[in-house]
């Protein structure tokens, strides 16, 4: 572990880790910005062992100002980490993906806090998230799945944030839980779990149907509740909140950027950063990745799990319909062909 510069409340280097919820205080880690792109997602068994300061009572941290903070939320499944990493381009942006202290603030939330003590440390976590790497730039939040119930709360917080809804078209969807194994059939369960306790699902089903359900009924189950949180909330906010389909971003990189850029109102070359290393890498590992690989890889896995996923693709278009649930996203950005 190297030496960490001495720490200060001005340098976004020092994050914002984690909400110390039994002493009403902030723990900070110093990660160097080269570091963020090291990382897939901000949280403990991938970041290690870093230089950390003394933990910071909240109260003398809500009266930081608000920084030009955008949300980047997502399907899972979708190149969001990819996305999250392609607009940290410095003097332009900086990308976080899946900062810590908020997934804090839902389990705050799940252990029964008070809407108002919820609130009051999502602001917290916002206002110390979106300190900025450089004068003049955006940071870009890319919060984990669990916050997506919290989406409405954060965009009233953040009231001058724009928010991205990046998504990968249901069947494309699937074919990811399928070919991910046990783990992501796993995790797609933990998801709905923590979705139902959130009452984030309103899609006609009585709690008991949910365990009548396959992997990959529950895995679309929680694709539906997002798709459809996000269109009710594009219908309140308007354009603050657009969405992509993530398939355009692998097969139009440029146009994507481009239009993702406009929406959050970054001056970026599209044409360099879709020519970047970020599409040239896995965005987990860090394995060199191409579009043509991904496609054998989903090829494989559609041969392997093409009659289940059909099934459940039927099905799924049969609830939404039965909700008047459109299964695209809500305020389309416009990507150029």
């Not at 110093?30 to 909240?58: M, S, V």
Request: hydrophobic residues 50%; glycine residues 6%; proline residues 7%.
């Amino acid at each position: 572990m190297t030496a960490a510069p001495a720490f200060d409340l001005a340098d976004a280097e020092w994050l914002a880790h984690r909400y110390v919820e039994s002493d009403d205080a902030v723990r900070f880690i110093h990660l160097a910005r080269p570091e963020h792109e090291r990382q897939a997602f901000l949280i403990d068994t991938l970041l290690g062992d870093r230089p950390t300061a003394p933990d910071l009572p909240a109260p003398g941290l809500l009266a930081l100002p608000r920084g030009r903070l955008h949300f980047l939320f997502h399907s899972a499944f979708c190149g969001s980490t990819l996305l999250a990493r392609a607009l940290s381009v410095p003097g332009v942006a900086m990308g976080l993906s899946e900062p810590a202290i908020l997934n804090d603030v839902v389990g705050f939330r799940r252990r029964g806090a008070p809407p108002a003590a919820v609130a009051r440390t999502a602001d917290l976590a916002l206002r110390l998230l979106g300190r900025p790497f450089a004068p003049g730039e955006a940071v870009i939040v890319k919060p984990s799945n669990i916050i997506n119930p919290l989406a409405e709360l954060l965009l009233a917080l953040q009231d001058q944030g724009r928010a991205l809804f990046l998504y990968a078209p249901l069947e494309t969807f699937l074919v990811s839980v399928a070919r991910k194994g046990l783990h992501c059939r796993a995790w797609v369960r933990e998801l709905l779990e923590g979705y139902v306790q959130d009452r984030f699902i309103d899609l006609g089903f009585a709690p008991e149907d949910y365990f009548r359900l396959t992997d990959l009924q529950v895995a679309a189950v929680g694709w539906l509740a997002q798709h459809q949180h996000f269109t009710a909330l594009s219908g309140k906010h308007g354009d603050r909140i657009a969405s992509l389909d993530a398939d355009l971003l692998t097969a139009r990189p440029e146009a994507a950027i481009a239009a993702v850029a406009a929406h959050y109102g970054l001056a970026l070359d599209a044409a360099a950063v879709a020519a970047g290393p970020a599409f040239a890498r896995n965005s987990k590992s860090g394995a060199a990745y191409s579009p043509e690989a991904r496609s054998a890889d989903y090829q494989a896995a559609r041969a392997a799990y093409g009659e289940e996923i059909a099934m459940v693709v039927t099905w799924a278009e049969a609830v939404a319909a039965n909700v008047g649930l459109a299964l695209s996203g809500p305020n389309p950005l416009a990507v150029q062909a």
